[in-house]
């Protein structure tokens, strides 16, 4: 792993939307596990304006705004003048291009709302992912941190955790259950990874 004089990664997190593990992995790298391991060295976001990115302005941190009329070139070349070594998606709707998942081959992870491999896959991302477990029947669901590869959802799973699903769960509390576990299980996901 590529790290500078003070031994840590420059990660890079990739955002479309609220950015709240976005903001779970800021929080770590200035106070929690990751602290010692990684910074955010810049924040690619799909869109130009989201809480994501307003998230990122206020800590201060690099933006890269990757809508569709931006080449691809731009973005690799910033990722390397950043000194990117890490790749942390984090609710990021565009696919990666093949390009970027060659130079990070291993070095891109995802968190998925659900247990995967269940209710994962193309177009299963947001409040999808919690009506189809809920009308699934799950007595459980949970969240999964996986490496990215070239198919959705389908890399190999780096950590996982439940929650119970109550009787009268409903999508919108399951979503909020799950995402309080990911706040926590992400970080812990990514300092696994640096210190594999
Ligand atoms: C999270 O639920 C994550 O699992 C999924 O997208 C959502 C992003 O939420 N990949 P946020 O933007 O981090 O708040």
Known sequence: MAEDSENKTNLAVFVSGRGSNLESIIDSCSAGLLEPLARVALVVSSKASSGA????????????????????????????????????????????????????SGKILNVHPALLPKFGGKGMYGMRVHQAVIEAGEKLSGATVHYVTEDYDAGAILAQETVEIGSNETADSLADKVLTLEHRLYPEAIAKALTA
Do not use: H, M, V
């Open 53 to 104: 990115c307003r998230i990122a302005e206020s800590a201060g941190i690099d933006r890269f705004i990757y809508s569709k009329d931006i080449p691809l070139e731009d973005l690799l070349a910033t990722l390397r003048d950043k000194a990117i070594s890490f790749i942390a998606l984090a609710g990021y709707l565009r696919r990666i291009e093949n390009e970027i998942l060659q130079r990070y």
